[in-house]
């Protein structure tokens, strides 16, 4: 169909615009749709009917009647289409269904290893993930899958690249995979730019520009730009745990490298710290435990670690000049002291401009921001031009 301009078919950017400004919410008739698009009427009632084919929107109150029948009005439905959110962890698996809206259908969480291998892994994400769907398949239709992978992830391919913590996990095809198993696209990304995701998201979508960092066992950092993740040429943005710092001179780190932060700043460093002064730690719930219950010298030990990648942090904000920078992982939310010395450093060497309205947080998000991430990443695509497109060509 060819509208009044006669530049543009069913399927053109034009018509595309329609769907866009229908996702606000708010609800418009075909008339008022002509008239912000400029496209014929008979061109927006064959594009909202295929959209209501395909269940993207949902007729809603007719509009006030100025004389005459009633308009009827139409707004974005959320409710009919779902994505499966996928956090791999270091040690546990968090499935999710949302719908469209970002609301949660069904998940469930398990402690499972990524060391144990991607064929235990992913068989469990497509048994469970199938699970979760068999109760609603009449109701609503999985669209796609979002991953995400504690590892270095080639965001082209979504495949592993050299992860450390994952053995047998490199260059595996995870969408492949999944794709295969769950029969719907699958996305991947790295866990830090899927919590950055779900941190911007679902607790600040308002700012454009913000700095998610994760403090575990490693230091990353997920790029917010322009409201978009920032991913760099080879999808390495944000691998600030291999940054060099004086207080790791000599010092050895996992990468091979030495004088990385991760060194001095992460889990593994912290505990070998506290173990040299005396207190029995080995692992992050270790660390956690300890400045829970109070521990001096487990308390200083992470509020310095706080201090030196706010030393790091106080360059990026020069750099990125981000709105929000939000700490998160299990050492951060253990309680405010990595927060306090972070903020230490970056509110007194910051210039004054950049940190002026700068807000240094921890994460909202806790431990359901991988999973609201990945799943974000996947309603993305799904709403993407070219899906709604792909979607409503196979519907015709």
Same mark, same amino acid.
Request: proline letters at 8%.
């Given at each position: 169909m060819i509208d009044a301009r006669g530049q543009e078919a069913l399927t053109g950017a034009a018509q595309a615009e329609?769907?866009?400004? %229908?996702?606000? =919410?708010? $609800?418009?008739?075909?008339? *008022?749709?002509?008239?912000? +698009? =400029? %496209? /014929?009427?008979? +061109?927006?009632? /064959?594009?909202?009917?295929?959209?209501?084919?395909?269940? %993207?929107?949902? $007729?809603?109150?007719?509009a006030a009647s100025t004389g005459g029948r009633p308009s009827r009005q139409f707004a974005f439905d959320g409710t009919q289409h779902v994505v499966l959110g996928v956090d791999i962890g270091a040690t546990h698996v968090h499935l999710a269904i949302k719908d469209l809206n970002g609301t949660t259908v069904a998940e469930v969480y398990d402690d499972l290893a990524v060391a144990e291998g991607p064929d235990i892994i992913l068989s469990w994400v497509i048994e469970n993930g199938n699970r979760l769907m068999e109760p609603y398949r009449d109701q609503k239709t999985l669209q796609a899958i #979002?991953? #995400?992978?504690?590892? $270095?992830? *080639?965001?082209? +391919? #979504?495949? &592993?690249?050299? &992860?450390p913590i994952m053995p047998g996990w490199a260059r595996f095809d995870v969408p492949g995979v999944l794709t295969e198993g769950l029969g719907v696209p699958t996305y991947v990304d790295n866990d830090v730019n899927v919590m950055a995701l779900g941190e911007h998201h679902d607790h600040w979508s308002d700012v454009a520009d913000l700095l998610f960092i994760k403090v575990a066992t490693g230091v990353g950092a997920g790029v917010i730009i322009g409201g978009s993740v920032h991913r760099g040429a080879q999808g390495l943005a944000g691998d600030i745990g291999h940054i060099w710092v004086p207080e790791a001179e000599g010092m050895q780190c996992r990468c091979g490298s030495q004088g990385c932060l991760e060194a001095v700043a992460a889990g593994p460093a912290i505990a070998a710290n506290l173990r040299a002064r005396g207190v029995d730690v080995h692992t992050t719930a270790d660390i956690i435990a300890a400045v829970r219950s109070g521990d001096v010298d487990a308390i200083r030990e992470v509020?310095? /670690? =706080?201090?030196?990648? =706010?030393?790091?942090?106080? +360059?990026?904000?020069?750099?990125?000049? $981000?709105?929000?920078? /939000? %700490?998160?992982? &299990?050492?951060?939310?253990? #309680?405010?002291?990595l927060l306090a010395g972070a903020r230490e450093v970056i509110y007194t060497r910051a210039t004054p401009l950049a940190a002026g309205n700068l807000q240094i947080v921890r994460s909202r998000g806790s431990q359901d921001a991988a999973v609201s991430g990945a799943s974000a990443m996947a309603i993305q695509q799904v709403l993407s031009v070219e899906s709604v497109e792909a979607l409503i060509r196979v519907d015709a």
């Open positions: 329609i769907f866009q400004i %229908l996702r606000d =919410g708010k $609800p418009r008739t075909r008339s *008022e749709l002509a008239t912000l +698009t =400029g %496209l /014929a009427r008979s +061109t927006v009632a /064959a594009r909202v009917d295929a959209l209501l084919r395909v269940k %993207l929107i949902a $007729p809603v109150a007719d #979002g991953v #995400g992978l504690p590892g $270095p992830v *080639e965001h082209s +391919t #979504g495949r &592993p690249v050299d &992860p509020r310095e /670690a =706080g201090r030196i990648i =706010g030393r790091v942090l106080t +360059t990026c904000v020069s750099l990125i000049n $981000p709105a929000v920078i /939000a %700490l998160g992982g &299990p050492i951060a939310n253990a #309680g405010d002291h």
